[in-house]
């Protein structure tokens, strides 16, 4: 079992900056598949970022390159999302996941939400015009 506590949301305006942190608990693999995702009211949850742990390896949805940044605290065991640039579209709940016996290349190469097993609580965030 893996646990996930998010922080870090709150409301920013737009072009502004806030850094999401999930803290991983629990049993954890040495080399495992990390996310963010986002909901909007009314819409489907949405893959954002992905790293595969001890890699420099990534992915990113189209929507937030070059200005969303996710990495990994091996030590702390905590993932960040770090949000520039922010937009009120940008506007959802953010959750981390992890995604223990996804691969690898499955890890960055997509992000499908039924191939992540562990969820936190989420985390609001708002972006105002």
């Known amino acids: 079992q893996v646990q996930l506590v998010e922080s870090g949301g709150g409301s920013v305006q737009a072009g502004g900056s806030l850094r999401l942190s999930c803290v991983a608990s629990?049993?954890?693999?040495?080399?495992?598949?990390m996310g963010w995702f986002r909901q909007a009211p009314g819409k489907e949850r949405d893959g954002v970022a992905a790293l595969y742990t001890n890699t420099e390896n990534t992915y990113y949805a189209e929507a937030v390159k070059e200005r969303f940044t996710i990495s990994r605290d091996n030590k702390k065991n905590t993932l960040y999302l770090q949000m520039n640039s922010m937009k009120p579209e940008d506007t959802a709940m953010y959750y981390c996941a992890a995604a223990p016996s996804l691969g690898f290349w499955g890890c960055i190469d997509r992000m499908k939400e039924d191939e992540y097993n562990y969820w936190g609580q989420g985390t609001q965030v708002t972006v105002s015009s």
């Open positions: 629990g049993y954890t693999p040495s080399n495992y598949c």
